[in-house]
Structures are given as C-alpha cells and as structure tokens.
C-alpha cells in the first residue's frame, strides 16, 4: 500500500527565508515520489520528481527536494522565500512498478509574509 | 493541444441534476486521470484511464458517477442525480506513459446547490 503524509497544512515563512515542507511516505514497493503546486484558482503544476535516479532533485523557480531511503521522507525545500511561492503544494507517490495511480498528500499551504 | 483543457471552468447545478464534465488531454497521452478536490482536503483520485485498457474506476465514489473516454483522447465525467456533497474542483490529468508525472488541467468547480 502507498501512502503520503504532509506535516502542517499550514506553513508561513518570511520573505527571504529557508522553506521547509515536509513529506513521508510509506510504499511497499520502489516509489516514485513528486511534489506539486497548486497556485490560487489554478490547476497543479509538476514541481519535480524522484524516480530512481539521483536522489537530490532540482525542480523548477528555485525548489529542490532529497529523496531519504532511511527516514522514507521527500521534503521539498528552498533557500530563499519569495512571495511569488505563497500556493498549496501537494507531495504525492506512485509505486514504480506500474504507475497506475498517484497517492496524494492532504497538501501544505505555504504563506510568504513580507 | 498545448495543455489538458477541462470544460466548463465553472459550473453551478441543482440538487439532483445531471452534469457533464469534460476533459481534453494533451494529444498523444496515453493515461488519463480523474481526481476530486473539496474544500480543505487532499486530492482524492477517482477514475484512470490507459490507453485501451479496461479503466480503474476503485476510486468512483458511488454509482452516480461514470466516465468514459472515446476514442483514447477527450474523456467525459458524468455525475447523476447531483449531491451538495458532490460540490469541488474536479481535475483531470493526462500523462504520456504510467509514471510519468501529470500534466493537469485547471479543474471544473462544480457548485450543487
């Protein structure tokens, strides 16, 4: 069974601030692991994935995620806040061996405070 | 086309109306998804389309929900006798193979009232 956990639905950081959003999840199987964003009124954008390859992955606007066998965590992060980032962003698995369907977080919704 | 198109953007209904809702994947994608988002919660996946394959429907909540998808492109959420609970953004996604990663559309907000 696949699963994905999302601790905080809510998350605020300053402007110019570390983001920090946390994903674990639990697979019985290799995963695949991504992170979307969701902007107000919009539909999700991929951010990036893990799939298998190098477990550091640079995504797109700055993010980049490290996928940790050990600790079955893919937490996105960033260096530096911007208040472009203020969205909901969802981390989500798939089992690798078939990729049928996505298993979804309950989302963060990340605030950038001025 | 460029993107996953989902029509209407919009729609506001009457309790126990049928509504359709469409979706337009990205051409050559093989994988088509359905996903329902409600107010405050997660994505909860619903349907899954591949290629001709016979679809996962395990995530329809009831049997007042059906889809289908002619032809391997344009695919079609239909919800009978319509719910307010039913009220959310319904998303579709479509992907070049399994595993890919999603491409989505901006979503349907359906409104029951």
């Known amino acids: 069974a696949q699963s994905v956990t999302q601790l905080g639905s809510h998350v605020s950081v300053s402007e110019g601030a570390l983001v920090l959003l946390r994903c674990n999840y639990s697979?019985?199987?290799?995963?695949?692991l991504f992170w979307y964003v969701q902007y107000p009124n919009q539909g999700l954008q991929l951010l990036l994935k893990y799939t298998s390859a190098a477990t550091l992955v640079k995504g797109i606007n700055g993010f980049e995620a490290e996928f940790k066998k050990s600790e079955t965590s893919f937490h996105l992060t960033k260096p530096s806040a911007h208040m472009s980032d203020a969205a909901e962003y969802f981390c989500a698995v798939s089992p690798a061996n078939t990729g049928n369907q996505f298993y979804f977080g309950t989302g963060t919704s990340l605030t950038v405070i001025p | 086309g460029a993107g996953v198109s989902q029509s209407p953007s919009n729609k506001v209904t009457e309790k126990g109306k049928d509504v359709e809702l469409r979706c337009d994947p990205i051409?050559?994608?093989?994988?088509l998804y359905w996903y329902r988002q409600s107010l405050g919660q997660g994505l909860e996946f619903l349907i899954y389309?591949?290629?001709?394959?016979?679809?996962?429907k395990s995530g329809l909540p009831s049997d007042r929900f059906s889809a289908e998808r002619t032809g391997g492109s344009v695919s079609t959420l239909t919800i009978q006798r319509t719910q307010q609970e039913d009220s959310a953004v319904y998303l579709c996604?479509?992907?070049?193979?399994?595993?890919?990663?999603?491409?989505f559309g901006s979503g349907t907000r359906l409104t029951v009232v």
């Open positions: 389309f591949q290629g001709n394959s016979a679809p996962d």
């Open positions: 996604a479509s992907s070049l193979v399994p595993g890919a990663g999603y491409t």
């Open positions: 697979s019985s199987v290799p995963p695949y």
């Open positions: 051409s050559g994608h093989t994988a």
